[in-house]
């Protein structure tokens, strides 16, 4: 592990990589614990506590979540597998008059599922274990929402993979503060710095030592971008309660 | 500091408490540069990078900022205020033929700014310093767009104001596992656990040091849930490039 010069806390989070390889060494019960009490001590909009975590530990059920997820053979064999999800239900169980399916509710049971998930993925690494988000869960969103029973109101917006690293994966170089960072006001794009970091993306890419590829940034992220993605998702969402008025 | 059993992060994450008092003290350049560090270190979907943070340093700007996000004065004393923006302009920019406006690509540029951000103020607190998530900001996002300038396709999310805290409120007690952390499927909420918890948050309202109500926790989020929400958010959201389609 690179030392850098802070504390730990900020130690963990600069050598964050992404994990897809585990031992088969179960995660303690203690260690399930601190993750998901870290994930919950994270600020929620307004108090109103919109998320749920469905952790799955049947592996027949994973397995069927791994293939309905693109496939990825990593979320079958990881110890730990978390579904976050957006969750109004609780809510309007408690008061049945809610007026639910705005855009702005939307946004705030995804925007809390990303915070509290990202307390559980640096409190894990803390732990020096290693995981990987699983956006792919949307690929197969209707079918994962079935096999979950998730009632109307609640949807799963990606899961969380985890256990005991069996791989240490390089760090990947974040785009430069000079394009990320801005000051008072947005700021255009510099065509010099994307261009270097586009040269030091393509070696990072040649050079790794799985999935090597002769791509740079822009390259690798055009095919995400060129076309329509997960078109399904209004469908979906709708159908769950959320209008999106 | 309440001390837990694990490790210095977990120990941080499980001692939040949201801060709205600062002192005077700048936050150093060193720390910032650590935050931004920490935050950038985040995952990304499909490595993307669709976020960008605009922190506001302008005094005047600051204060536009507190009064649109529904008059808080915190905001505007807060030594530091950063707006954390979903930013598909970039990419864009890169490939000007991305497909854009799937609600998924919103869904995706809301979960990265939280994920991203939940980084931000974790590092921010492991350096004792304290800090208060500001949803506030879509109160007056149009105001807001227009004062950073934003382009198409980038809007703001939320900000995070933060600081030295002059002020150490209580933990607030989150719901417990039994009802937010579920196993293999969807189960409804306990009415024994909601109650008990009630209970216990009507004490904590009414015994905390500023702001004491009686209320518990139902009847607090009614306030939120009774009435319509940002009812332009779908209007403005459209507007700045995502149909949803």
Same mark, same amino acid.
């Given at each position: 592990?690179?030392?850098?010069?802070?504390?730990?806390?900020?130690?963990?989070?600069?050598?964050? #990589?992404?994990?897809?390889?585990?031992?088969?060494?179960?995660?303690? &019960?203690?260690?399930?614990? /601190?993750?998901?009490?870290?994930?919950?001590?994270?600020?929620?909009?307004?108090?109103?506590?919109?998320?749920?975590?469905?952790?799955?530990? =049947?592996?027949?059920?994973?397995?069927?979540?791994?293939?309905?997820? @693109?496939?990825?053979?990593?979320? /079958?064999?990881?110890?730990?597998?978390?579904?976050?999800?957006? &969750?109004?239900?609780?809510?309007? !169980?408690?008061?049945?008059?809610?007026?639910?399916?705005?855009?702005?509710?939307?946004?705030?049971?995804?925007? &809390?599922? @990303?915070?509290?998930?990202?307390?559980?993925?640096?409190?894990? =690494?803390?732990?020096?274990? @290693?995981?990987?988000?699983?956006?792919?869960?949307?690929?197969?969103?209707?079918?994962?929402?079935?096999?979950?029973?998730? %009632?109307?109101?609640?949807?799963?917006?990606?899961?969380?993979?985890?256990?005991? %690293?069996?791989?240490?994966?390089?760090?990947?170089?974040?785009?430069?503060?000079?394009?990320?960072?801005?000051?008072?006001? $947005?700021? =255009?794009?510099? %065509?010099?710095?994307?261009?270097?970091?586009?040269?030091?993306?393509?070696?990072?890419? =040649?050079?790794?030592?799985?999935? #090597?590829?002769?791509?740079?940034?822009?390259?690798?992220?055009?095919? $995400?971008?060129?076309?329509?993605?997960?078109?399904?998702?209004? &469908?979906? !969402?709708?159908?769950?309660?959320?209008?999106?008025?």
């Amino acid at each position: 592990m690179e030392k850098y010069s802070r504390n730990p806390t900020i130690d963990t989070m600069l050598n964050h #990589a992404s994990c897809r390889k585990f031992t088969d060494e179960k995660v303690s &019960d203690e260690d399930i614990a /601190a993750i998901f009490r870290a994930a919950q001590s994270a600020s929620t909009s307004c108090f109103l506590q919109v998320t749920s975590i469905i952790r799955i530990t =049947e592996q027949a059920l994973k397995e069927k979540i791994a293939v309905l997820a @693109g496939n990825q053979k990593h979320v /079958a064999q990881a110890p730990e597998l978390w579904i976050f999800c957006a &969750d109004y239900h609780r809510n309007q !169980v408690e008061f049945p008059e809610s007026d639910l399916g705005w855009n702005e509710q939307f946004l705030v049971g995804i925007q &809390d599922a @990303g915070i509290m998930a990202q307390n559980a993925f640096a409190a894990l =690494e803390s732990l020096g274990l @290693g995981g990987c988000y699983i956006g792919g869960i949307r690929n197969g969103i209707q079918e994962i929402d079935r096999l979950l029973a998730l %009632p109307k109101n609640v949807f799963p917006v990606f899961g969380l993979a985890f256990g005991h %690293p069996a791989e240490h994966a390089g760090l990947k170089p974040r785009m430069p503060a000079a394009v990320t960072f801005m000051e008072n006001s $947005y700021r =255009e794009p510099d %065509p010099e710095v994307m261009k270097r970091y586009n040269e030091l993306m393509r070696k990072y890419y =040649e050079s790794r030592s799985s999935n #090597a590829k002769n791509v740079d940034w822009t390259e690798n992220m055009i095919g $995400y971008m060129k076309k329509e993605r997960r078109t399904y998702m209004k &469908d979906y !969402v709708q159908g769950k309660g959320w209008d999106l008025k």
